[in-house]
């Protein structure tokens, strides 16, 4: 009984040292851990490349919406004189002078004479 227990322990640590001390096995072994690792790799490098296409799409979508807004109406000035009001876009200037424009129509206001100027960013459905 003995003796089959020696051989068999014999085998064992002859397969052993064969399988662990050959130089083509570790070879192999090692050969097949940088063929795994290079695989993760290209996989990640992949799924990062994939989303930095999706983020740069997402931001041009974002800056197509922005930059496509509906257009605002020009500033306008609001000039009161009195029980008299005006308001409109301000066409120009000119030694306390104001020329504005309501639906197309320019009408020169004197500020010294009025009792309120204020800018506004768009003019009261009466102006």
Same mark, same amino acid.
């Given at each position: 009984?003995?003796? $089959?227990? @020696?051989? %068999? $322990? ?11 001390? !050959?130089?083509?096995? $570790? +070879? *192999?072994?090692?050969?097949?851990? !940088? ?9 990640? @490098?992949? *799924?990062?490349?994939?989303? %930095? &296409? +999706?983020?740069?799409? $997402? ?13 605002? !109406?020009?500033?306008? +000035? ?20 104001? &020329? ?9 206001? !004197? @500020? ?8 506004? %960013? ?6």
């Amino acid at each position: 009984m003995m003796a $089959l227990a @020696l051989a %068999t $322990l014999h085998h064992f640590e002859q397969q052993a040292a064969t399988d662990c001390g !050959d130089p083509a096995t $570790l +070879l *192999r072994a090692e050969a097949l851990a !940088d063929h795994a690792e290079a695989l993760a790799a290209a996989g990640a @490098l992949r *799924r990062g490349i994939r989303l %930095t &296409v +999706l983020c740069t799409a $997402l931001l041009a979508g974002a800056v197509a919406v922005t930059w496509y807004a509906p257009p605002q !109406d020009p500033p306008a +000035l609001l000039a009161r004189q009195g029980s008299t009001t005006w308001c409109g876009a301000v066409e120009s200037t000119s030694h306390g002078t104001v &020329v504005r424009s309501v639906n197309g129509e320019s009408t020169p206001v !004197d @500020l010294a004479a009025a009792d309120l100027v204020r800018p506004v %960013t768009s003019c009261p459905a009466s102006g």
